[in-house]
């Protein structure tokens, strides 16, 4: 079945644009969570949903990081006032519950930020 | 707060020779513990986690690792490496009561020689 997608794939923004990244779970997955991987880093936490509710955000790192699940299945990422600073890998994961020992995230391939 | 740190960068390996990526996390109870891969322009792909059950935990592609509480270590190998392991894997945990984000560590990059 299909997995994770994410789009685009690469985005390319001057400094202080707006960005909406997407993120399609696997259908009829629950839980969905965005991750910030920087370049030679490992992924951090952003924020997590689940089905329409964003029940943990603690991991944006500043208001201009908006994220939204309207209809508890396709999620948005949006950064507002890009900076540098945002230039990562945003990775989309999605599980069809909320406890991570129990239930694997998978993960979509990634949007790739640049902000130049 | 729970933490995992990945012993080493970058390990290198002939095509054969035992693969070990050490991983070590920081918690007073022990949490979950996952090895994940990474290929090029890829998701992440998990390759096995200790839960509670067999402190000895066989993955997918031959990889296994082994949990080990009074080393607070979860270090990730297998046997005989292919060309095909080369890629980016990532230790993580995620706490046992209440667990739903993942903490990576900062990853290891392993190349593979023939």
């Known amino acids: 079945g299909a997995g994770v997608s994410q789009s685009p794939r690469y985005k390319v923004a001057k400094r202080g644009q707006d960005v909406a990244l997407r993120c399609d779970p696997i259908?009829?997955?629950?839980?969905l969570f965005w991750y910030q991987q920087a370049l030679g880093q490992g992924p951090e936490f952003l924020t997590y949903?689940?089905?329409?509710?964003?029940?943990?955000k603690s991991g944006l790192p500043s208001d201009r990081f908006f994220a939204e699940r309207p209809e508890g299945s396709v999620s948005t990422l949006k950064i507002q006032r890009t900076q540098q600073e945002d230039s990562a890998v945003y990775l989309c994961?999605?599980?069809?519950?909320?406890?991570?020992?129990?239930?694997?995230?998978?993960f979509g391939p990634g949007t790739r930020l640049t902000v130049l | 707060a729970q933490s995992v740190t990945q012993l080493g960068s970058h390990v290198s390996v002939s095509e054969g020779a035992l693969v070990l990526l050490r991983c070590n996390y920081s918690?007073?109870?022990?949490?979950?513990l996952f090895w994940y891969v990474q290929y090029p322009n890829q998701g992440l792909q998990l390759l096995l986690k200790?839960?509670?059950?067999?402190?000895l935990v066989k993955g997918i592609n031959g990889f296994e690792a082994e949990f080990k509480k009074s080393e607070t270590s979860f270090h990730l190998t297998k046997p005989s490496a292919h060309m095909s392991d080369a890629a980016e894997y990532f230790c993580?945990?995620?706490?046992?009561?209440?667990?739903?984000?993942?903490?990576f560590g900062k990853g290891t990059t392993l190349s593979v020689s023939s």
């Open positions: 918690s007073s109870v022990p949490p979950y």
């Open positions: 949903f689940q089905n329409e509710a964003q029940l943990d």
């Open positions: 994961a999605s599980s069809l519950g909320h406890l991570a020992g129990f239930n694997e995230q998978f």
């Open positions: 993580a945990v995620s706490d046992r009561q209440a667990g739903t984000a993942l903490i």
């Open positions: 259908s009829g997955h629950v839980s």
């Open positions: 200790y839960t509670s059950a067999a402190t």
